[in-house]
């Protein structure tokens, strides 16, 4: 069983919002595989499925973001996943301009507090990650107000783009891809931040 965990937070009022990518790619995936996310557990949303061949579960923590952690780690002891293997977190990185994205194994929260909190439960700071970009903040603007924003009209394009590669990129990783998902899809990031 791999468990998928997207983040963000719960209610209609963040819908849409830059915070809430990682729900809006769990979504993607969930479409694609014809998989409901219907069931409650351990304070998330939880949809069983198959994707790639892999038993998956897809999970939208409903703690709000800063404490994804606790629900999570509920999940992982309930299933008994060694989430160092059998565990991706899908979430917004203000250092990616929208329409991009980056994966990574293991590593520190980069200040995101879902992250903080995930690594605080689990113990670890090895499990693989899907990091969406919602683009830096703007001079002068308060940063939890910016990460509760919507993406602007002429950035939504490229936020869609980035949703399609991070599920192509999370049927690489529950395969066992992991390498050949990063040097397909940091690479990409590195020439456009070189142009």
């Known amino acids: 069983m791999f468990i998928i965990a997207g983040l963000g937070n719960p209610t209609k009022q963040y819908e849409g919002t830059r915070h809430n990518v990682g729900f809006d790619v769990i979504d993607r995936i969930a479409d694609k595989y014809n998989i409901a996310i219907d069931g409650k557990k351990c304070r998330a949303c939880v949809g069983k499925g198959m994707v790639e061949g892999q038993k998956v579960l897809l999970v939208k923590p409903q703690t709000y ?11 992982s002891d309930y299933y008994k996943i060694d989430p160092e ?9 203000i250092s990616l301009n929208p329409g991009q994205i980056r994966i990574r194994m293991k590593g520190s929260a980069g200040g995101h507090n879902g992250i903080k909190n995930i690594i605080a439960h689990l113990k670890t700071d090895t499990f ?5 970009g919602i683009g830096e903040k703007p001079k002068g603007y308060d940063l939890a107000d910016y990460v509760l924003s919507r ?3 002429e950035e939504k394009e490229s936020v869609e783009e980035a ?7 999370a049927e690489q990783i529950i395969k066992g891809e992991m390498q050949t998902a990063m040097n397909q899809y940091n690479r990409k990031v590195r ?5």
């Open 65 to 75: 973001m800063n404490l994804s952690g606790e629900s999570i780690r509920g999940l």
């Open 85 to 93: 293997k059998e565990l991706l977190v899908i979430y917004d990185d």
């Open 128 to 132: 693989a990650r899907i990091k969406v």
């Open 151 to 153: 993406f602007l009209r």
């Open 163 to 169: 949703y399609g590669q991070a599920v192509l990129a």
């Open 191 to 195: 020439a456009m931040e070189e142009q």
